[in-house]
């Protein structure tokens, strides 16, 4: 099953940077793969085809009223659900990151279906996903395994996408210059 989301696609650079810094993750620690890396800033959930058209050009709209943004003060954590499994770049909150939010929130509602059990609710939290467990390994420790580095503590962020997930992979479907 396909769902879709509107994210951030990563600069070259901070991919590559980041994917060497998994790299050197202990097991049985997953690194995401730097070509599926990216900041989500609304998920829509399955859209029917009929409506994928439309779905772009809301997008563009808001593409049109967003400037680049960066996010700043990125630390490493383990993500700490009761079960802990995944491990995030976690960046401060940030007016403009969360103004973009509402506004996909707002001005893509009646495209978005939620009945896979999503809760698009919840208050969007600045952050990459490094790294996952397992499926049914969970962090003895929520300590993370690993620093972010230096240099991707603070990231600016210029392309806005239209991502569509599946099986486990991320794919751009079309994306747009801020």
């Not at 999503?118 to 996952?132: G, K, M």
Request: one cysteine or more; aromatic letters at 8%; glycine letters at 6%.
């Amino acid at each position: 099953m396909e769902t879709y989301f509107i994210g951030f696609v990563l600069p070259e650079e901070v991919r590559e940077a980041l994917a060497k810094a998994t790299s050197k993750l202990p097991a049985p620690w997953v690194g995401t793969a730097a070509d599926d890396m990216h900041l989500t800033v609304h998920y829509l959930g399955r859209v029917p085809e009929e409506l994928l058209a439309q779905l772009e050009a809301i997008t563009g709209c808001i593409v049109d009223d967003t400037a680049p943004m960066r996010l700043e003060h990125g630390r490493t954590i383990v993500m700490r659900p009761a079960k802990p499994y995944m491990l995030w770049a976690k960046y401060v909150q940030s007016p403009w990151f969360d103004t973009l939010v509402g506004d996909c929130a707002r001005r893509l509602a009646k495209l978005t279906e939620h009945k896979d059990g999503h809760h698009a609710s919840r208050a969007a939290i600045p952050h990459l996903t490094l790294a996952r467990l397992p499926h049914g390994t969970y962090a003895e420790s929520l300590v993370p395994p690993l620093d972010l580095p230096q240099e991707l503590t603070s990231i600016r962020l210029d392309t806005l996408a239209l991502w569509r997930a599946e099986a486990g992979k991320y794919t751009v479907v079309r994306s747009w210059n801020l």
